[in-house]
């Protein structure tokens, strides 16, 4: 069964088919008719589910959506759902980085604590739905190192590591993801709606 993942991002198109593998999974780039889709809601959840629907109703097909962040919190939380807009310009990472370092640059490297947070949302055409939610605690390091992944990887550090997302291989970073949590706890909610 063909599911068309909701991202044009290269990067996490090859990371849920390595996560999500013995599914066919495509990108919207097979759907230029639908647009970009407004992240509206104040949530993951929602803004997962929103894209979800959105490419379920313009594809007629089965539809996977996440939305993630990083939350910080000495910031309360934030960029949080505006992980990938922060500086103002979607998917700028090098601006969203430079900013957050700025903003938390007199904060003490013990006081550094975040996760990442993915909420992954599967809907079908029919309007059914279904999310899950995944998280990775860590912490923040005020020098990027690695150049593996995408975003904040080069400053995060997981909680039990020295190295930052960054500096893991895809395979480890799939194991331990906020990303790869949900979306293996996805998995059998996509196996059992497609086979019902």
Not at 159 to 170: I, M, N, V
């Amino acid at each position: 069964m063909r599911i068309v993942l909701a991202t044009r991002n290269a990067g996490k198109i090859a990371e849920l088919r390595r996560i999500l593998s013995g599914f066919d999974i495509v990108g919207l780039e097979e759907f230029p008719s639908i647009g970009e889709i407004a992240e509206t809601g104040v949530t993951f959840e929602e803004n997962a589910l929103l894209k979800a629907h959105a490419v379920a109703q313009g594809s007629g097909l089965p539809a996977v959506a996440d939305d993630s962040g990083l939350c910080v919190d000495v910031l309360g939380g934030m960029p949080g759902v505006f992980s990938a807009r922060w500086s103002g310009r979607h998917g700028d990472d090098q601006a969203n980085l430079d900013l957050l370092l700025a903003q938390v640059s007199d904060v003490p490297a013990g006081k550094l604590t975040a996760h990442f947070a993915c909420a992954a949302a599967l809907a079908l055409p029919s309007g059914e739905s279904r999310v899950v939610e995944g998280a990775l605690q860590g912490h923040l390091i005020s020098a990027r190192r690695g150049s593996n992944g995408f975003g904040y990887d080069p400053i995060f550090v997981p909680d039990g590591e020295e190295r930052t997302t960054a500096e893991l291989s895809p395979e480890e970073k799939d194991a331990i993801s906020h990303r790869g949590r949900a979306f293996r706890a996805l998995a059998p909610l996509v196996r059992e709606l497609l086979s019902s």
